[in-house]
DNA sequence: TCTTGTACTTGTAAAATGCAAGTAAAAATA
DNA sequence: TATTTTTACTTGCATTTTACAAGTACAAGA
């Protein structure tokens, strides 16, 4: 990443997460609560290990998360969203949207029946609740 | 592509159109008014000619576009979207409204300007456009 | 002290990408 | 009619990225 393919904003952005596994980290973060290398590994969708640390690397590079040793266990890093990355929120509940529209073959769970009638809702709710945290945490 | 690594929207999303260059695409289609190989390989951030067959290609299997010859000339052949590839535009807005603050250096154009205040609006009135388009043409 | 938990790193093969060149058919021009 | 240009790719090959398996390092717990 060391030019710009342009200065579009849109172009810009991909350039950071427009790949496979970036915004799907920033989903277990987001939305199931996870915050260690161990938790992000257990996903189902099973990502590498070496993957999964360049990416989180990166997360931690870009400031979408901060990274700090875990009170209760020194050997263990707690990760944790910044302001800058909880604004992807409304992009990874867009992606949601449209994943769950078009997918009839993903079972629809709280959120993904909500969001055919008020997205809007379920943005400003998460984005409070990961507010609240990143208050809570400074 | 063959077998999905979950059930989950989000990563059934990004399975199809998580890289680099999938939205770019249908940013040049969607904001742009483009609509055929050559204009999207003169856009600014230089895809390879092999990387956008592969993705309009693609983007046809997975019914985002469809492709027809150009009345005009036989030779060239004319992408438009389809309804699930309208779909798609809150993700490009929501990622253009998240780059558009993030990175200062991204000269604001009419649309960069009104997302802070009035990104419903803008959603709406381009989804409409489109959807526009859509009806003309079928 | 030994085992477990946690977070990586390393090596290597496979896949995706980038770049330059080549192909083919229709359209425009001489 | 012959030639050039336009349009949309395809091909070959070097580079980069990814996937998978294994190994390393350090702290915590038994």
């Known amino acids: ?4 393919r342009s200065d579009c904003p849109i172009s810009c952005s991909l350039e950071i997460f427009g790949d496979k596994w970036t915004l799907l980290i920033l989903r277990d973060v987001m939305l199931r609560g996870k915050s260690s290398y161990g938790e ?18 990166l997360l931690e ?13 020194k050997s263990k890093f707690i990760y944790s969203l910044t302001k800058k990355g909880i604004d992807l929120l409304p992009i990874i509940i867009e992606i949601m949207a449209w994943g769950a529209k078009y997918n009839p073959e993903c079972p629809k769970k709280e959120i993904g029946k909500r969001l055919p009638h008020e997205k809007e809702e379920v943005v400003k709710e998460y984005t409070q609740k990961l507010e609240n945290q990143f208050e809570k945490e400074s």
């Open 1 to 4: 990443m060391l030019k710009k």
């Open 61 to 73: 590079t870009e400031e979408f998360l901060t990274k700090r040793v875990s009170p209760q266990n």
């Open 40 to 57: 992000f590994l257990q996903s189902e969708e099973k990502i590498s290990t070496n993957i999964l640390a360049d990416r989180l690397s």
